[in-house]
């Protein structure tokens, strides 16, 4: 018997994927030619029933495809647990419907993550005492490449040990050359149409990582800080950032505060302030929360959204008074030079000192932006970037949800998107990193404006006739991930696009619901006119045994792959599956991988029993045994029964998603209804030769089936099982063995 011993996953996964990648069913085109036997529909059979033989030419639809396009896995470091579960979703759901004869794509994709690898990049360089601003820019961005050229191998082989069965000969990278054309000719079309400008606009800017980040990029963390109240002039003013208040020369009030009904919008005032006297105009705006403070306050146009939006609003000047590495500009007088935190408090003591500090409120709490990856305080600057107007292209995103054309799994995500939509703000798509798709324009620097230059022919402006300068900048990463769906199938023109768009699942994270999401539904609408995917399944984080998010420095990270080599991959794909429900996040825990490990040696021992009883029967008497001459006892019957039962279960749990139950109900049936009672049942039965066929077949009936269950979920020992089985119907692979119905 080959079966001899434990289930040795090490002896049996390469040899399996190997196995796989070579009858080449991966692809989607390979399956149509084998399993034709599929392509008959339910309305397909109605219709051919009733037609003679002699007549029958039986009428077959073409075949549906299933797709789901891989969210592209960041090329620059190892498969992590999360990926793991990208994984195991997506494989489940891709195999699944390989069975059951859908004509199935899952494209395998991997992605560049400009800013996301520029920073793992630069923290490599800092250990080894570098810095990416003593270096040039080719320099830097030729490093990077080989840099993720080598993790792309080496990802590319994590993603196989996963078992994921998807077509490799379609693998696409975000840099691949068609897809930065693609992505840069929609920067073009999307200027044309007048949803893509060039503006001065205030955005979120870090300071160590030296680059703008749009508003998804930033996260919020809740500080206490002092708040401050200063005279100025007749009023008081309220402030946590002194620092930026040098350049403040405008007053706001909301128009109805009676307290300030006397002052006039325009009206100037002479004051004493930080570095001597000004003079301050009132302006009155209903953006003033007259509950706060004292209900006025100054701006600081160049450093605050709220400021900005209201300096453009009445057309008022605005200045710089940080500079782009967080250091005060000589506007601060004798503070110039300075940092914001050494130069806080000494600002504070000079207004002090010259009778304007009112009092200190040492308990201030309040949200600030922070880089999502250095947690530096984002500094708002006004910077000339590209923006996507949002505000259509959002109302026509929400608009699909709303008319279900999308579903969400879960459906409460429905609402989260729906709120992202109704509050989309201009989106700055400029980023100052070499690592990334380039923005193919031209700058003025004589009219700050810019022109998009696919063919890179633009020497002069169109406005100004001054000399122009390409745009040093590349893409946001999410403006080209945005149009992964379309461009991963080759739109607009390739055969695929037009077989596989729309793809039916897009599955990821459920972090991504406002960074990612919203950005595919919005590129598809615009440029395909239709929405990328029917249906958004949305997984949870994977958390430590404890429940605790993973991270380097609590050293409780768990490596997807030392688990698959301690007790198997499939030991571990079911483990993150079962009881895991979409958007919640799940506990990683060993303890409970090593249990399954345990059933998968459940499922080898009972194999081995299965095949050693069936040794004296080969297919061909296989065959016999599933005609008359098998007499079935009531009983054998009722076990039949409830396995049918068990299928018709399980097949519409995975049309609902419900993958945590599904491989739940096969698991408990597999060890609790046919280890302990069925087998130990057919033990006398199989040693009297009256009953002896019935049982071999009964027996060998539910381990087939249960095995094409199993498959989704535990692929590799399913296979390596099956390719042992006496069946007459056998396909190549268990892969493309029909789901039992
Ligand atoms: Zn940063
Ligand atoms: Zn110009």
Redesign the pocket.
């Known amino acids: 018997m080959k079966l001899d011993g434990p289930y040795d996953a090490k002896q049996v996964e390469d040899k399996i994927y190997k196995l796989w990648e070579d009858s080449g069913f991966f692809n989607p085109d390979k399956q149509a030619q084998t399993n034709a036997d599929f392509t008959q529909t339910d309305a397909d059979k109605k219709r051919n029933r009733g037609v003679s033989v002699s007549q029958r030419k039986v009428r077959v639809s073409p075949r549906q495809s299933f797709t789901i396009v891989m969210p592209p896995a960041n090329a620059n470091g190892n498969l992590h647990a999360g990926h793991a579960l990208v994984m195991t979703l997506e494989d489940i759901m891709t195999r699944y419907k390989r069975m059951q004869g859908f004509k199935t794509l899952w494209l395998p994709g991997l992605d560049h993550a400009g800013f996301e690898t520029q920073?793992v990049y630069e923290k490599k360089l800092e250990k080894e005492g570098r810095s990416r601003f003593n270096m040039q820019p080719q320099e830097l961005y030729n490093e990077i490449l080989e840099f993720t050229l080598e993790n792309k191998k080496n990802i590319e082989s994590q993603i196989k040990k996963m078992g994921a069965s998807c077509d490799w000969s379609r693998l696409k990278f975000t840099l691949d050359n068609d897809i930065v054309k693609e992505v840069q000719r929609t920067f073009k079309k999307m200027y044309d149409d007048g949803l893509i400008y060039r503006g001065q606009r205030i955005v979120n800017w870090?300071?160590?990582?030296q680059?703008s980040?749009s508003d998804v990029e930033t996260e919020s963390k809740e500080k206490k800080d002092a708040f401050y109240y200063f005279k100025y002039g007749p009023f008081t003013i309220g402030t946590a950032r002194p620092e930026t208040k040098f350049g403040d020369k405008y007053v706001v009030m909301h128009p109805d505060d009676k307290r300030y009904a006397n002052y006039k919008h325009g009206q100037t005032l002479p004051l004493e302030w930080i570095n001597g006297p000004i003079t301050a105009t009132i302006i009155k705006d209903k953006a003033i929360d007259m509950e706060f403070g004292t209900g006025v306050m100054t701006i600081t146009p160049w450093h605050s959204d709220v400021d900005f939006e209201i300096a453009e609003r009445h057309q008022l000047d605005s200045q710089q008074i940080i500079d782009m590495r967080g250091k005060l500009l000589p506007i601060a007088g004798e503070f110039a030079g300075m940092k914001i935190t050494e130069a806080r408090p000494k600002i504070v003591e000079k207004l002090k000192a010259k009778g304007l500090l009112e009092k200190i409120d040492e308990n201030y709490v309040h949200n600030v932006p922070v880089?999502?990856?250095?947690?530096?305080a984002i500094e708002p600057q006004i910077l000339p970037q590209w923006f996507v107007k949002m505000k259509d292209l959002a109302k026509k995103a929400a608009d699909a949800v709303k008319a279900k054309k999308i579903i969400f799994i879960p459906d409460n995500y429905r609402k989260i998107f729906l709120y992202w939509m109704e509050n989309s703000i201009d989106w700055n798509i400029s980023r100052q990193i070499v690592w990334g798709i380039p923005i193919p324009a031209k700058i003025c620097d004589t009219c700050n404006d810019g022109f998009p230059d696919l063919e890179n022919t633009l020497t002069t402006c169109p406005k100004c006739q001054s000399t122009l300068r390409g745009d040093p900048d590349t893409f946001d990463t999410w403006f080209s991930s945005g149009q992964w769906p379309l461009v991963a199938l080759g739109y607009p023109n390739s055969k695929d696009f037009k077989t596989f768009y729309p793809t039916t699942v897009m599955e990821s994270g459920s972090d991504l619901i406002f960074k990612w999401i919203p950005r595919m539904v919005i590129f598809g609408l615009y440029l395909a006119k239709k929405v990328p995917f029917g249906t958004v399944y949305l997984h949870g984080l994977v958390n430590d045994a404890k429940g605790q998010k993973m991270s380097k420095s609590k050293g409780n990270v768990i490596n997807p792959l030392n688990i698959t080599e301690k007790y198997g991959t499939d030991a571990l794909r079911i483990g993150l599956v079962m009881g895991n429900t979409p958007g919640q996040s799940l506990a990683l825990d060993e303890n409970k991988i090593k249990g399954h490990r345990n059933f998968a040696n459940k499922i080898w021992n009972a194999s081995r029993f299965v095949l050693t009883n069936l040794a004296r029967i080969d297919a061909d008497n296989y065959a016999d045994l599933r005609g008359s001459k098998v007499v079935l006892s009531a009983h054998q019957k009722q076990h039949l029964k409830e396995l049918k039962a068990l299928v018709g279960e399980v097949t519409k749990l995975m049309d609902n998603y419900k993958f945590y139950i599904a491989g739940e109900k096969i698991y408990h049936y597999f060890w609790h209804t046919f280890c302990d009672k069925i087998i130990e049942e057919a033990k006398p039965l199989l040693a009297d030769s009256k009953t002896r066929q019935a049982t071999q077949y009964m027996l060998l009936e539910i381990l087939s089936t249960s095995l094409k269950l199993l498959h989704p979920f535990m692929p590799f020992i399913t296979e390596e099982i099956y390719q042992q089985l006496p069946l007459k119907d056998k396909k190549e692979c268990l892969m493309v063995a029909k789901w039992p119905n």
């Open positions: 920073v870090c300071s160590k990582h680059t980040l880089c999502y990856k250095c947690e530096t």
